[in-house]
């Protein structure tokens, strides 16, 4: 039996949290505007799949763990805010250089590459677990039944998809795409500056 209530409590609390600016906000725009449709939803598929994680996670209670050795979540925080600063760095430096046709092809291992980009933006983020848990926290009942189970992943994952999948479409339309590379340096810079900000954010706070 599936908890209705649990359900759309989950729902209305994820669709609020998950159009709030952050990091994975930032690396759909830039891959959007700056690399290919295919690469940009890759890259989407790969926030979606640790999405579902952390999801799995809150619900089956692992949140704990973060709790009870504060030390695990401090590593992941701190490679987190590296892998940030890194990818927020390369942007700014690699902003002069000449930007590629926005092409809607897949090329070789650039879907993995984008993926796994996706993944590593996500994962290193313990906020999210704290987000999931939250709102798990509140919605999910103490014995969740399979099929509440089943059906809160399934909202988390069409939410994000939808919404990231859209970033990703819109932004992808050739002539968002023109207009970044005539501004590849500037949007690099800017974007590159935020997710600076975001992993110095996550270091100090």
Not at 4 to 15: D, F, P
Request: with cysteine; hydrophobic share 60%.
């Amino acid at each position: 039996m599936i908890d209705t209530h649990a359900v759309l409590t989950v729902l209305l609390i994820y669709l609020a949290g998950v159009v709030i600016p952050g990091p994975n906000f930032v690396a759909v725009v830039h891959k959007a505007v700056a690399s290919t449709r295919s690469a940009a939803l890759a890259l989407v598929a790969g926030i979606v799949v640790v999405n579902l994680f952390w999801a799995s996670c809150a619900i089956g209670g692992i949140g704990l763990l973060f709790a009870v050795f504060p030390w695990v979540a401090l590593i992941v925080k701190i490679v987190g805010a590296g892998y940030l600063l890194w990818f927020g760095l390369r942007l700014i430096l690699n902003a002069g250089s000449q930007p590629v046709a926005n092409e809607n092809a897949v090329l070789p291992g650039h879907f993995r590459q984008s993926f796994i980009q996706g993944v590593m933006t996500n994962i290193g983020n313990p906020k999210s677990m704290a987000f999931y848990a939250a709102i798990f926290s509140t919605a999910a009942p103490a014995h969740v039944s399979a099929g509440t189970f089943i059906a809160m992943l399934s909202v988390v994952g069409i939410i994000a998809s939808l919404w990231y999948g859209a970033v990703a479409i819109t932004l992808s339309q050739p002539r968002i795409s023109s207009a970044y590379q005539r501004a590849k340096k500037v949007i690099d810079r800017l974007c590159g500056g935020l997710i600076i900000l975001l992993g110095i954010r996550q270091i100090i706070n």
